[in-house]
């Protein structure tokens, strides 16, 4: 139970964070903001098959 609690904590803290991201479409222009922080920055690329 102490663990679930400190989950749903955790949760609520990066869920601000990651709602106000920004979508980039262009991979190399993200590259090189991400590069840019100083702070670790999560890039996902989607690609369909």
């Known amino acids: ?3 679930l609690t ?3 904590l955790l949760l609520a ?3 601000p964070a990651a709602s ?3 979508l980039h479409t262009d991979l190399p222009k993200a590259l090189a903001e991400a590069k840019a922080h100083d702070k670790p920055v999560f890039i996902y690329v989607y690609d369909s098959i």
Do not use: N
Request: charged share 15%; glycine share 0%; hydrophobic share 65%.
């Open 13 to 15: 803290q990066i869920a």
């Open 6 to 8: 400190i989950l749903i």
């Open 20 to 22: 106000s991201a920004e």
């Open 1 to 3: 139970m102490m663990r």
